[in-house]
């Protein structure tokens, strides 16, 4: 089993930035890909980033592409979020998902939330205009 834990999310305003993190736990000597979805109100679940365990691949949804980077640290099993450039409607909760179960690395499945086996509680990033 795995333990995922968001933090850093918070209020800022329209164009600023923001880093959230997320830390796994438990059995993590496995390889895993990390991501993050965000949750609007009344909307559902939505992709915005992956990274494979060796960082050399990631998929941003199209919304954060030149506004996003995710990066992570292996050795402490985290996974960073930057967000640069913040708009009103990146304002979600956003969730740490781990460890990738689909079947090939194509964007249909990793931007796919049932693909991914452990998910964290969520932090939530409001953005203010």
């Known amino acids: 089993q795995v333990q995922v834990v968001e933090s850093g999310g918070g209020l800022v305003q329209a164009g600023g930035s923001l880093r959230i993190s997320c830390a796994a736990s438990?059995?993590?000597?496995?390889?895993?890909?990390m991501g993050w979805f965000r949750q609007a109100p009344g909307k559902e679940r939505e992709f915005v980033v992956a990274i494979k365990w060796s960082g050399e691949d990631t998929w941003y949804a199209d919304s954060v592409k030149g506004r996003f980077t995710i990066s992570r640290d292996n050795p402490e099993n985290t996974v960073y979020l930057q967000m640069n450039s913040l708009k009103s409607e990146d304002t979600a909760v956003y969730y740490c998902a781990v460890d990738f179960t689909g079947s090939t690395y194509r964007d249909v499945q990793v931007t796919d939330k049932a693909k991914w086996r452990y998910w964290g509680q969520g932090t939530q990033v409001t953005v203010s205009s």
């Open positions: 438990g059995r993590t000597s496995d390889r895993y890909s």
